[in-house]
């Protein structure tokens, strides 16, 4: 592949949505490269469920239209392409949740962060692979088999919007949504060496099908900082399909305010994480990028424990239950067993128990507001490895990761704590390459809902340490 045709494939959105209006780079010469190159690489990732190409190019070709001023002029996303993680309703489209139990489904509505973003021009070109319902960090199926990450393909991609940060990373797309209930945007974007941002709780309104739920959030998987700005002020706002969708819309600026003299604080593993040392290494390397900004930074003991992973694990459990408890008796023998297991763990759960990790999570707030009310933002890895080998089995009773015991399911994401805290808001950007030539990211995070600030702090250091000329080769 020439240089010019690898810029083409790893152009940002900013950067297409600029060349479009100035009539240099063409919708439709971008989404034909796009599809052609998904045609090469799919192969090696098996990151597409569905691909919608012909749509997608006669969408191209409107949008050229109204780059060359015939017709209504174009929208906020026009003519961007877009995959769409395999989760998101598209009202009389398929939807697979990556289960066979959706094998005959279309979806009678559309989801409201997917329609916002096709509403503003972006062409969904491919739906990308999850994990089954979305339960796991690494993607892989039954009815779809192993996705790949482009970085190194013995390793996921991540989970659960891996095949959304693998098109990403490999060039099969500009942009892609995702959605996060235990670090399911963080955790790809982390191991692709992408941009993730994990909205507070009501900035970006759910699904209907997900009522009244503060842990999981839907948003943007991206190449840069900007891009995920970009996406998030064409998603965010009030929904009537989510109750808890907030009034307010946050409109995020172009540019920021230094970070000089601002306060990070720092933690190596949130307290209870055992960190494999190519990540600590490129996590302090980070930190030092801030030093360089002009901030202060500063090592902070958080007072976490194992207990939330337990806490988590109930809720996670708990929802499952509620969400599949009705298909197990025709789809059972066909559900992957691991999930099968969560379904059965969640319908023992009490409403006690249930209601008990509400408790848990206020203490785990009180614990961490003194640090987030002293310091600006607060940093730590986004995940305690690069990756994990797509072999890995989350049954594991010997996993260890830094020779530190760990849960084989969820002890290798650092994530699922910000779920449990979910008005927090937390975006993760690159770090470094670490052991297996996988990426590795950072998180930061702000105080609720200061969506803004962690953008700032995000984009200060994605400008001091630019990863962008850094590309898997596949």
């Not at 907030?246 to 190596?268: D, F, H, N, Q, T």
């Not at 128990?353 to 933002?377: C, N, S």
Request: hydrophobic share 40%; glycine share 10%; net charge neutral.
């Amino acid at each position: 592949m020439s240089a010019s045709d690898s810029d083409l494939l790893y152009i940002s959105g900013t950067e297409a949505l600029a060349a479009f209006k100035a009539r240099k780079l063409s919708p439709v010469e971008l989404m034909r490269a796009m599809i052609a190159r998904a045609e090469a690489v799919n192969p090696k990732l098996n990151a597409i469920t569905l691909p919608y190409y012909e749509q997608a190019l006669a969408g191209a070709k409107e949008a050229e239209r109204r780059y060359m001023g015939k017709g209504e002029g174009p929208r906020a996303l026009e003519g961007l392409p877009l995959a769409s993680k395999d989760m998101s309703h598209i009202a009389g489209e398929p939807v697979s949740m990556g289960s066979w139990s959706y094998e005959a489904y279309r979806s009678d509505h559309t989801s409201p962060t997917i329609g916002r973003l096709i509403a503003a021009g972006a062409l969904v070109h491919m739906r990308t692979t999850a994990p089954e319902m979305g339960f796991s960090g690494i993607t892989r199926s039954p009815r779809y088999g192993i996705s790949r990450n482009p970085w190194n393909l013995d390793f996921t991609p991540g989970g659960s919007s891996g095949g959304s940060a693998a098109a990403v990373a490999a060039g099969m797309t500009v942009i892609s949504d995702g959605s996060d209930g235990g670090g399911s945007i963080r955790i790809p974007a982390s191991a692709c060496g992408l941009v993730g941002y994990k909205a507070p709780a009501g900035r970006n309104p759910n699904d209907r099908s997900l009522p009244l739920e503060p842990l999981i959030t839907t948003g943007p998987i991206t190449r840069t900082v900007a891009d995920a700005a970009l996406m998030q002020n064409v998603v965010s706002g009030p929904h009537t399909d989510d109750l808890l969708s907030l009034r307010e819309k946050v409109v995020l600026p172009e540019k920021y305010p230094s970070i000089a003299g601002c306060r990070v604080a720092y933690s190596p593993d949130l307290g209870y994480y055992g960190v494999e040392e190519s990540v600590a290494r490129n996590t302090k390397a980070a930190l030092e990028v801030f030093r360089g900004l002009g901030c202060t930074v500063e090592e902070v003991k958080v007072p976490w424990t194992t207990a939330n992973l337990d806490c988590w694990k109930i809720y996670w459990e708990a929802l499952y239950a509620a969400l599949m408890k009705d298909m197990m008796p025709q789809w059972r023998d066909r559900i992957d067993p691991f999930v099968v297991g969560i379904v059965e763990r969640g319908l023992k759960r009490s409403g006690v128990e249930v209601y008990e990790t509400t408790l848990h999570r206020g203490a785990m707030y009180q614990g961490i507001v003194p640090f987030l009310e002293k310091y600006d933002v607060l940093v730590c890895p986004t995940l305690a490895v690069p990756s994990m080998p797509v072999t890995h089995s989350e049954t594991d009773p010997n996993f260890k990761i830094a020779g530190k015991p760990a849960d084989p399911y969820c002890g290798w994401f650092m994530t699922s704590p910000f779920n449990l805290l979910g008005q927090l808001p937390v975006i993760t950007v690159p770090s470094g390459i670490g052991s297996h030539g996988v990426p590795t990211g950072i998180q930061i995070v702000g105080r609720s809902y200061d969506d803004a600030n962690v953008f700032r702090f995000a984009a200060a250091f994605e400008q001091a340490a630019p990863w962008r000329g850094r590309r898997p080769a596949l």
